[in-house]
């Protein structure tokens, strides 16, 4: 029976190291559980030749975490740091009531690495698919300033409105996409199966049908003929697309023509510069430079073309130019950002401001939403009635002219 030696926590945090017997290293985990350990790391004990394999424990860094568990595990880990707990210990209370396995394993894995002696923001890093490089930027920060506490509140409030920001774009998008799609489905439904059985009773008549109705009935033998091929086409054209987008050179061509769309350009700037100001903000509060804020920062804007952008602003920011007038200088945000970046710059203000920019900016949007959702869904339903009326009007139109000539 082979022998695994292994470095696991007991239910007071403290680490323990060991040898164990065991047929393979799932039974070693489950041996050591039972014994009330959580297993770190798991290896194969030396053979005679001096080798060992590595049994690393889950996943390692791979896992990744939803952005409610983190938002959730940085409110918690701030609460617990704000009452002068020490870090290793806050860690192992929130890894001892998380619910999901992966948020039990990273959390219990950088509180390994802190102990080992590493910094907060350093374990993190460790698990970039969790936590990114804006969230160790401002962990660091926090650190660094000795106001971790305050430092983790402003994260897990933005994390909380970034989170809100992106469930109303979610709620504007997915209501009229549903309804569409419902209306297209019975559109497709009406042409495929109904009109077919109808203008089989028409067939029999011998007389030049309505030309409304002949319409129809191409339609109708049109889609039923070639149905099956342009829905293949959509599907794979919409691949093809998605595909392409990975592209940053396709990627910004759409991201361009998205930007000149009259209505949609205008609402998709203002979103990316509340974010841009928001992450902004928030950095800066906790002791971030600017110039480095603006680097983190942009990873928050989705648009490449508003990316590039910040590249320009962070330009000129090294060469000397203050916020204000690189926001100014640079063509893709809104004037609101630069105007208020200035009047911070001028008042030793400016996350405060910044952090003002972003509300009016996220108030613009949701204010937008709910009058474009309030209009839309009343079109799409006009919409879909009218087609299904002029459906109706090509079968009676024959009926009509049936009865029309039986009373002369």
Same mark, same amino acid.
């Given at each position: 029976?082979?022998?695994?030696?292994?470095?696991?926590?007991?239910?007071?945090?403290?680490?323990?190291?060991?040898?164990?017997? !065991?047929?393979?290293?799932? !039974?070693?985990?489950?041996?050591?559980?039972?014994?009330?350990?959580?297993?770190?790391?798991?290896?194969?004990?030396?053979?005679?030749?001096?080798?060992?394999?590595?049994?690393?424990?889950?996943?390692?860094?791979?896992? @990744?975490?939803?952005?409610?568990?983190?938002?959730?595990?940085?409110?918690?880990?701030?609460?617990?740091?704000?009452?002068?707990?020490?870090?290793?210990?806050?860690?192992?209370?929130?890894?001892?009531?998380?619910?999901?396995?992966?948020?039990?394993?990273?959390?219990?894995?950088?509180?390994?690495?802190?102990?080992?002696?590493?910094?907060?923001?350093?374990?993190?890093?460790?698990?970039?698919?969790?936590?990114?490089?804006?969230?160790?930027?401002?962990?660091?920060?926090?650190?660094?300033?000795?106001?971790?506490?305050?430092?983790?509140?402003?994260?897990?409030?933005?994390?909380?409105?970034?989170?809100?920001?992106?469930?109303?774009?979610?709620?504007?998008?997915?209501?009229?996409?549903?309804?569409?799609?419902?209306?297209?489905?019975?559109?497709?439904?009406?042409?495929?199966?109904?009109?077919?059985?109808?203008?089989?009773?028409?067939?029999?008549?011998?007389?030049?049908?309505?030309?409304?109705?002949?319409?129809?009935?191409?339609?109708?033998?049109?889609?039923?003929?070639?149905?099956?091929?342009?829905?293949?086409?959509?599907?794979?054209?919409?691949?093809?697309?998605?595909?392409?987008?990975?592209?940053?050179?396709?990627?910004?061509?759409?991201?361009?023509?998205?930007?000149?769309?009259?209505?949609?350009?205008?609402?998709?700037?203002?979103?990316?510069?509340?974010?841009?100001?928001?992450?902004?903000?928030?950095?800066?509060?906790?002791?971030?430079?600017?110039? !480095?804020?603006?680097?983190?920062?942009? @990873?928050?804007?989705?648009?490449?073309?508003?990316?590039?952008?910040?590249? @320009?602003?962070?330009?000129?920011?090294?060469?000397?130019?203050?916020?204000?007038?690189?926001? @100014?200088?640079?063509?893709?945000?809104?004037?609101?950002?630069?105007?208020?970046?200035?009047?911070?710059?001028? !008042?030793?203000?400016?996350?405060?401001?910044?952090?003002?920019?972003?509300?009016?900016?996220?108030?613009?949007?949701?204010?937008?939403?709910?009058?474009?959702?309030?209009?839309?869904?009343?079109?799409?339903?006009?919409?879909?009635?009218?087609?299904?009326?002029?459906?109706?009007?090509?079968?009676?139109?024959?009926?009509?002219?049936?009865?029309?000539?039986?009373?002369?």
């Amino acid at each position: 029976m082979p022998a695994f030696e292994y470095e696991a926590l007991d239910t007071s945090g403290r680490t323990k190291k060991g040898t164990i017997s !065991s047929e393979n290293a799932r !039974s070693a985990r489950r041996e050591l559980r039972a014994k009330k350990l959580v297993p770190i790391r798991l290896d194969v004990a030396a053979e005679k030749k001096g080798l060992s394999r590595e049994i690393s424990f889950g996943n390692g860094g791979s896992g @990744k975490l939803s952005h409610k568990d983190v938002t959730l595990f940085t409110r918690q880990l701030a609460t617990m740091v704000g009452a002068a707990a020490p870090i290793e210990e806050a860690l192992n209370t929130i890894a001892l009531q998380a619910e999901k396995p992966a948020l039990k394993r990273i959390i219990l894995e950088v509180r390994a690495n802190v102990i080992e002696g590493h910094k907060l923001s350093e374990a993190m890093a460790k698990h970039n698919k969790s936590f990114d490089q804006l969230y160790c930027s401002m962990v660091a920060a926090g650190e660094n300033s000795g106001s971790l506490s305050a430092v983790l509140n402003r994260l897990a409030d933005h994390m909380e409105r970034s989170q809100a920001v992106r469930a109303k774009v979610q709620t504007a998008l997915i209501y009229p996409a549903a309804l569409s799609f419902v209306a297209v489905g019975v559109i497709i439904a009406l042409m495929t199966f109904v009109v077919p059985k109808v203008v089989e009773q028409f067939d029999s008549m011998g007389r030049t049908l309505p030309f409304l109705t002949r319409l129809m009935i191409n339609i109708s033998e049109f889609i039923q003929n070639f149905g099956l091929v342009i829905l293949l086409f959509l599907i794979v054209g919409t691949f093809a697309f998605f595909r392409a987008l990975k592209a940053r050179a396709f990627r910004k061509k759409v991201d361009q023509f998205i930007l000149s769309l009259p209505v949609i350009g205008k609402l998709v700037r203002g979103l990316n510069a509340a974010r841009l100001a928001r992450t902004l903000s928030t950095l800066i509060s906790s002791g971030v430079p600017v110039l !480095s804020g603006l680097r983190a920062a942009q @990873k928050t804007v989705s648009n490449t073309v508003l990316q590039d952008a910040i590249d @320009k602003v962070v330009i000129m920011v090294e060469e000397g130019a203050s916020l204000s007038a690189a926001l @100014k200088r640079t063509s893709g945000f809104p004037p609101m950002v630069a105007y208020m970046a200035a009047a911070g710059e001028n !008042s030793g203000q400016l996350e405060e401001l910044l952090g003002k920019s972003a509300d009016y900016l996220e108030n613009e949007f949701e204010s937008f939403t709910s009058a474009a959702l309030s209009l839309l869904e009343p079109m799409i339903i006009i919409m879909m009635g009218g087609v299904v009326a002029v459906i109706v009007l090509s079968i009676l139109l024959p009926i009509l002219q049936l009865n029309t000539l039986a009373g002369l």
